[in-house]
T-cell receptor
Framework: KQEVTQIPAALSVPEGENLVLNCSFT??????LQWFRQDPGKGLTSLLL?????REQTSGRLNASLDKSSGRSTLYIAASQPGDSATYLC?????????????FGTGTRLKVLA | GAGVSQSPSNKVTEKGKDVELRCDPI?????LYWYRQRLGQGLEFLIY????????KSGLPSDRFSAERTGESVSTLTIQRTQQEDSAVYLC????????????FGPGTRLLVL
């Protein structure tokens, strides 16, 4: 059974810092891993999707890496801004979860202080 | 183009009442998913539709929960005889296909059962 864990559960940093969010999963047989952002009162916004054959994806100040063999992914946020404050979720999809349903971690609540 | 929409955005109901939650997926998306997020917990998969059929209902927590999809478009999640533990944010997502396809999430319906 696939399980996804995110560390830390919460993080508070001053504006401008570079930070790393961690995601680990127990079954390395995945199709893809996706990082989402969740703002209060809103749905999920997809940030980065990494296919199983890829090792990283970049979008602006965000960089996500994937190490399937060790069951880990990291989301790197450069030069953090108060607008980055949100909950960040990682989710994996693969044969152990029925090929179509995401298994989500419980998220990291990020607060960037101005 | 329009994203995934859900209605109502908020719903307060009394224990024992029935509720219906609606999801309008992105036009042309064949796959539709319902997830639930209870306070302080991660997202849980509820049900998956491919077209109008639901190959996997395994996430529905009890027989009080049911869902249907018509016209390969709108889906309705119905909760009968609501209980306080049903209070959660119910999120709908859609994708063009399944598996490696990106899932696009709606804003969710916040359900509070008093």
């Amino acid at each position: 059974k696939q399980e996804v864990t995110q560390i830390p559960a919460a993080l508070s940093v001053p504006e401008g810092e570079n930070l790393v969010l961690n995601c680990s999963f127990t079954d390395s047989a995945i199709y893809n891993l996706q990082w989402f952002r969740q703002d209060p009162g809103k749905g999920l916004t997809s940030l980065l999707l990494i296919q199983s054959s890829q090792r990283e994806q970049t979008s602006g100040r965000l960089n996500a890496s994937l190490d399937k063999s060790s069951g880990r992914s990291t989301l790197y946020i450069a030069a953090s801004q108060p607008g980055d404050s949100a909950t960040y979720l990682c989710a994996v999809i693969g044969p152990s979860s029925g090929t179509y349903k995401y298994i989500f971690g419980t998220g990291t609540r990020l607060k960037v202080l101005a | 183009g329009a994203g995934v929409s859900q209605s109502p955005s908020n719903k307060v109901t009394e224990k024992g009442k029935d509720v219906e939650l609606r999801c309008d997926p992105i036009s042309g998306h064949t796959a539709l998913y319902w997830y639930r997020q209870r306070l302080g917990q991660g997202l849980e998969f509820l049900i998956y539709f491919q077209g109008n059929s639901a190959p996997d209902k395994s996430g529905l927590p009890s027989d009080r929960f049911s869902a249907e999809r018509t016209g390969e478009s709108v889906s309705t999640l119905t909760i009968q005889r609501t209980q306080q533990e049903d209070s959660a944010v119910y999120l709908c997502a859609s994708s063009q296909g399944q598996g490696e396809e990106t899932q696009y999430f709606g804003p969710g319906t916040r359900l509070l059962v008093l």
